[in-house]
């Protein structure tokens, strides 16, 4: 299989899901609440430039579990 960065950005991304609903799906077992405790990042700029205005917003939540699906993506890309 050919590599490219696309295919990265996929396994990325799939990595990233699969950790974020492992994370949801056990949030409810209380051993392992170190796991599935989220983090959230935001980024929101906005301008209104009288002619143009745009109004922007990225929110990133981020847990233990997504951190170890992408890591797991990452390898399964370097296996193939």
Excluded: C
């Excluded at 599935?36 to 980024?43: C, D, L, P, V």
């Excluded at 699906?69 to 296996?79: C, D, E, P, Q």
């Amino acid at each position: 299989m050919k590599k490219n960065f696309w295919v990265f950005l996929l396994f990325l991304l799939i990595g990233l899901l699969t950790g974020a609903l492992l994370s949801k799906w056990l949030s409810e077992v209380p051993g392992l609440s170190f796991l599935t405790k989220t983090t959230t990042i935001k980024w929101a700029p906005a301008a209104d430039l009288l002619v143009l205005s745009y109004n922007f917003s990225l929110r990133i939540e981020i847990s233990l579990l997504s951190i170890a699906g992408l890591i797991a993506a990452i390898w399964v890309y370097r296996k193939l």
